[in-house]
Nanobody, 120 residues
């Protein structure tokens, strides 16, 4: 009943920028925390950034100062602005959201992922 769809991934040179978007759709009463995770080949999925409904944020140490997470609550959207990209940022990036579809029912949802490749 709820879907998350990411967009904005692609190929970029080191030092470049990309902006990822994630749209939540379906039966949504309230979205608590939204976030971005990534998984590189041979590595475990890791938290990149997350943002609460009150706009509080958390970032992985590896992206602090380079990435910025934001959201538009009324549109059920979350964004990840990625600057000064490095080859080690190459990964599949996944959108995550903690959502109430109705009062008293909360569940965790994931998008299918979008590929980000940083290479010369």
């Amino acid at each position: 009943q709820v879907q998350l769809v990411e967009s904005g991934g692609g190929l970029v040179q080191p030092g470049g920028s990309l902006k990822l978007s994630c749209a939540a759709s379906g039966i949504i009463f309230h979205i608590n925390t939204m976030g971005w995770y990534r998984q590189a080949p041979g590595k475990q999925r890791e938290l990149v950034a997350r943002i609460t409904s009150g706009a509080g944020t958390n970032y992985a140490d590896s992206v602090k100062g380079r990435f910025t997470i934001s959201r538009e609550i009324a549109k059920n959207m979350v964004y990840l602005q990625m600057n000064s990209l490095k080859p080690e940022d190459t990964a599949v990036y996944y959108c995550n959201a903690d959502i109430y579809s109705r009062p008293g029912y909360r569940a965790d949802y994931w998008g299918q992922g979008t590929q980000v490749t940083v290479s010369s």
